[in-house]
């Protein structure tokens, strides 16, 4: 039997799938990103989701479908989250630091995937809260532009604090020396950016829904109407919001493709429930 002394001198046994956090950015008091290692092992799609947790109080891991928000090539992953204040699992990960460990099972899934639509001109991504994350994988990923010739990141969050992680991310990626290696400076204009908030006032506005269906970001941006030939999107959200893109898409003639049956747009939910 072990002596309390024993049970003290054993050293901390490591988390099955335990990887360990190496930064962590706050974003907002709702809204945190952080990097941790990645599994030698570990090959994903841009786009995927894993599940990630910490141990729970009787040492059952609290595990959660996180969007890997790194691209395939990044070694580190990254990821990019609410804090909901009694969420069982983001009441903790939220106090992550450097040096922690976190779980992380090494099987990704997921629809957000290029294999997952047609070929076409142009890639829509739309995005509202935290849904950014996959997309954060995905513009970051050379082969989304070997893909499309131009991709629209559309984010819409109630306030402009809360577009801020996709915004410093899109503004690195114009500097970005493996894009700009590879597209030389036309690459700015191949990346196009939309952020709206709802209720807050700024200088772009609206649900992504209203300005899809008013016609407004296609003057903003000065590109045509989408339309089935040319035009592909994929929807991260709430469920109503996907819900209501999916019907504005269909109106443009676009239709629900899968990994197995690629189309015109893909959907996944960016989280389960009513929102907070
Ligand atoms: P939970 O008990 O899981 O959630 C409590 C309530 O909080 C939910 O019912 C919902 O109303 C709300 N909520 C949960 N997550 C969010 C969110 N992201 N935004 C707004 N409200 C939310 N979450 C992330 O933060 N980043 C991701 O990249 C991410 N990817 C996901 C991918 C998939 C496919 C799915 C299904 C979910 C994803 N989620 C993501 C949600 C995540 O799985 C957890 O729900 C979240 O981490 C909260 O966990 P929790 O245990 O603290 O609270
Ligand atoms: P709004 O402020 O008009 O509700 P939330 O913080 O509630 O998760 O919402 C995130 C963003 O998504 C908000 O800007 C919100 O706009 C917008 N939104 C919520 N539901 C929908 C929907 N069904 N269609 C379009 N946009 C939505």
């Known amino acids: ?7 003290a001198a054993k050293p901390a ?3 099955p799938d335990a990887q360990t956090v190496t930064s962590v950015k706050h974003w907002t008091d709702r809204l945190f990103s952080f990097r941790v290692t990645r599994p030698a092992s570990l090959r994903f799609r841009s786009g995927e989701f894993v599940m990630i947790g910490l141990p729970g109080e009787n040492g059952k891991p609290i595990l959660r479908a996180y969007s890997i928000a790194s691209p395939n ?5 990254e990821f990019y989250s609410i804090k909901v204040p009694d969420g069982p699992l983001t009441s903790k990960l939220q106090n992550i630091q450097p040096g922690d460990e976190i779980i992380l099972r090494p099987k990704p899934v997921g629809t957000l995937v290029l294999d997952a639509l047609l070929p076409g001109k142009r890639m829509w ?3 509202t809260g935290t849904g950014i994350a996959p997309f954060a994988s995905l513009m970051r990923d050379p082969e989304t532009y070997e893909r499309y010739e131009q991709v629209v990141m559309m984010h819409t969050c109630r306030t402009a604090e809360e577009l801020t992680y996709g915004r410093e991310l899109v ?16 690459f700015a204009n191949r990346l196009l950016y939309y952020p709206t908030t709802t209720r807050e006032e700024g200088p772009f ?4 829904t209203d300005n899809l269906t008013s016609g407004k970001v296609f003057a903003d941006l000065g590109l045509p109407a989408m339309d089935a030939a040319n035009d592909r999107a994929m929807i991260c959200g709430s469920l ?3 819900t209501d893109v ?21 959907v996944e939910k960016a989280f389960v429930g009513d929102g907070i």
């Open 1 to 7: 039997d072990l002596s309390v002394a024993d049970v």
């Open 73 to 77: 090539w990044d070694e580190e992953l």
């Open 205 to 208: 506005m609206g649900r992504i």
């Open 13 to 15: 046994k490591t988390l």
């Open 125 to 127: 991504f739309l995005a």
């Open 171 to 186: 503004e690195n990626l114009k500097h970005d020396p493996l894009l700009s290696e590879l597209y030389g400076e036309d």
């Open 246 to 266: 999916k019907t504005v898409l269909e109106g443009f003639g676009l239709h629900e493709g899968a990994n197995s049956d690629p189309k015109e747009f893909v």
């Open 240 to 242: 109503a919001f996907n």
